[in-house]
């Protein structure tokens, strides 16, 4: 089943990723149009409210090696994706043993069609593939046995996580996760010495502070406002951003409905790990996993919907791109699903989730999510169209696309000079 719906997602990529810069990717490839930049530069780089980290650096080695290859990186993010997926199931052998029927929720949950705008709208690998994939690196981690060696992976892990993309909010729940083991060890609950986790601790919120040396606020919307006193929209907005991973059809109400569910779910069990943590002694791996995973998800979707509520309910919930960092929560709800112990609700619950994730499995992708045609359709017009005319405004006009808002702003024009002077990106020979 991992590979069928691995053969379907590349196909995917193959069929609808089109070669050509979008929106985004005109600023935070920018110091690539202006000679060699350094890997600190492109490491620190912000862009909008995070830093690119490890996605810019990857993208330094492989602009240059496919003349600029968008589609590149759309296989670049499919690959990080489907490797994420791999180390989720080998996370989910070291917790829980052998694999089972139920364990086909993993691969439903990494590589559902939902999160398309992240593989073929503005594909950035720092934002979502990185992330992720560095996320389940950290949990493996977290797994280590030897405890100096998992300080030191989990807080290089952090460190990295921080810096790319929306990884940011690991360092939020890193700073949580070694509070609590202070806690256990100061307690006696766990075998580690007290120095260890204190020691971690500072470090962990040294690099969460470094973050924001040289940082920009830049809230990436101008109609950012701080967060109101009345949260039920705020809290709206996250049922929305969670039911629509599924990509389900149906009115608004119900999908409300469904998405508050998830949500209360998802509080009920990171409070319920958290209590397990701080009174219960042995192995701590499967409720920290858990914890990670489920205040990962927790913070981002908390944050975008301060971020984005102001763009409007419902769409703004339902970006397409959300769903690549709402995984790990739903990895979080399977995994907390098989550590239950009575079998009745492990399988009800599992059979309820898979049910769930395989709402948009035998759809056509195009007709499931219509968005993927206007991408896809939108930059082959637009691309030929400027091959053909060289002028942007006119462009534009008869496709009624725009690869980039404000032209003038980003210096469109000269950029795609560039690109047509070196025959790279849209004007390349070997546009694969």
Same mark, same amino acid.
């Given at each position: 089943?991992?590979?069928?719906?691995?053969?379907?997602?590349?196909?995917?990529?193959?069929?609808?990723?089109?070669?050509?810069?979008?929106?985004?990717?005109?600023?935070?490839?920018?110091?690539?149009?202006?000679?060699?930049?350094?890997?600190?530069?492109?490491?620190?780089?912000?862009?909008?409210?995070?830093?690119?980290?490890?996605?810019?650096?990857?993208?330094?080695?492989?602009?240059?090696?496919?003349?600029?290859?968008?589609?590149?990186?759309?296989?670049?993010?499919?690959?990080?994706?489907?490797?994420?997926?791999?180390?989720?199931?080998?996370?989910?052998?070291?917790?829980?043993?052998?694999?089972?029927?139920?364990?086909?929720?993993?691969?439903?949950?990494?590589?559902?069609?939902?999160?398309?705008?992240?593989?073929?709208?503005?594909?950035? *690998?720092?934002?979502? #593939?990185?992330? /992720?994939? @560095?996320?389940? +690196?950290?949990? %493996?981690?977290?797994? =280590?046995? $030897? &405890?100096?060696?998992?300080?030191?992976?989990?807080?290089?892990?952090?460190?990295?996580?921080?810096?790319?993309?929306?990884?940011?909010?690991?360092?939020?729940?890193?700073?949580?996760?070694?509070?609590?083991?202070?806690?256990?060890?100061?307690?006696?609950?766990?075998?580690?010495?007290?120095?260890?986790?204190?020691?971690?601790?500072?470090?962990?919120?040294?690099?969460?502070?470094?973050?924001?040396?040289?940082?920009?606020?830049?809230?990436?919307?101008?109609?950012?406002?701080?967060?109101?006193?009345?949260?039920?929209?705020?809290?709206?907005?996250?049922?929305?951003?969670? *039911?629509?991973?599924? #990509?389900?059809? /149906?009115? @608004?109400?119900? +999908?409300?409905? %469904?998405?508050?569910? =998830?949500? $209360? &779910?998802?509080?009920?069990?990171?409070?319920?790990?958290?209590?397990?943590?701080?009174?219960?002694?042995?192995?701590?791996?499967?409720?920290?996993?858990?914890?990670?995973?489920?205040?990962?998800?927790?913070?981002?979707?908390?944050?975008?919907?301060?971020?984005?509520?102001?763009?409007?309910?419902?769409?703004?919930?339902?970006?397409?791109?959300?769903?690549?960092?709402?995984?790990?929560?739903?990895?979080?709800?399977?995994?907390?699903?098989?550590?239950?112990?009575?079998?009745?609700?492990?399988?009800?619950?599992?059979?309820?989730?898979?049910?769930?994730?395989?709402?948009?499995?035998?759809?056509?992708?195009?007709?499931?999510?219509?968005?993927?045609?206007?991408?896809?359709?939108?930059?082959?017009?637009? &691309?030929?169209?400027?091959?053909?005319?060289?002028?942007?405004?006119?462009?534009?006009?008869?496709?009624?696309?725009?690869?980039?808002?404000?032209?003038?702003?980003?210096?469109?024009?000269?950029?795609?000079?560039?690109?047509?002077?070196?025959?790279?990106?849209?004007?390349?020979?070997?546009?694969?």
């Amino acid at each position: 089943m991992a590979a069928a719906l691995g053969i379907r997602f590349f196909l995917f990529i193959s069929q609808y990723s089109v070669n050509v810069l979008f929106y985004d990717q005109w600023d935070f490839l920018g110091s690539f149009f202006r000679g060699k930049p350094t890997l600190a530069e492109l490491f620190f780089w912000q862009h909008g409210p995070h830093r690119e980290g490890v996605g810019l650096i990857a993208d330094w080695l492989l602009y240059p090696a496919t003349n600029w290859n968008v589609r590149a990186e759309s296989f670049l993010i499919g690959a990080c994706i489907f490797i994420a997926m791999i180390l989720a199931l080998w996370i989910k052998r070291k917790l829980f043993g052998a694999f089972g029927y139920w364990d086909v929720a993993i691969p439903l949950i990494f590589l559902s069609l939902s999160q398309y705008e992240t593989l073929i709208g503005t594909p950035n *690998a720092g934002y979502a #593939g990185f992330p /992720l994939l @560095l996320m389940m +690196l950290y949990l %493996l981690a977290l797994l =280590v046995p $030897l &405890a100096p060696l998992r300080y030191g992976l989990v807080l290089l892990a952090n460190f990295l996580l921080i810096y790319t993309g929306f990884g940011l909010f690991m360092g939020a729940v890193t700073l949580g996760i070694v509070a609590i083991e202070c806690y256990r060890s100061l307690r006696r609950i766990s075998p580690v010495r007290p120095l260890l986790p204190i020691g971690g601790l500072l470090l962990a919120a040294a690099s969460l502070g470094s973050f924001f040396l040289n940082y920009t606020f830049a809230p990436a919307v101008d109609c950012f406002a701080p967060p109101g006193r009345d949260v039920l929209p705020y809290g709206r907005f996250m049922a929305l951003m969670f *039911a629509n991973f599924f #990509g389900l059809k /149906l009115p @608004l109400e119900d +999908l409300t409905m %469904l998405g508050a569910a =998830v949500l $209360l &779910a998802a509080v009920g069990v990171i409070a319920l790990q958290v209590i397990n943590l701080l009174r219960r002694g042995g192995s701590a791996n499967t409720p920290l996993v858990i914890a990670a995973l489920l205040g990962y998800a927790l913070l981002f979707s908390a944050n975008t919907a301060v971020g984005r509520l102001c763009l409007g309910l419902p769409a703004a919930a339902q970006v397409s791109r959300y769903a690549t960092l709402l995984i790990p929560g739903y990895l979080a709800l399977y995994f907390f699903l098989q550590s239950i112990r009575f079998a009745l609700p492990r399988i009800a619950g599992s059979l309820l989730l898979i049910a769930l994730f395989y709402a948009d499995i035998g759809n056509a992708p195009e007709d499931h999510w219509p968005g993927i045609r206007w991408y896809a359709n939108g930059k082959r017009a637009w &691309a030929e169209c400027y091959k053909q005319t060289g002028d942007i405004a006119h462009c534009d006009q008869a496709t009624h696309f725009l690869i980039y808002p404000r032209p003038a702003s980003t210096g469109l024009a000269t950029k795609l000079d560039y690109l047509k002077q070196r025959h790279l990106n849209l004007f390349a020979d070997d546009n694969f």
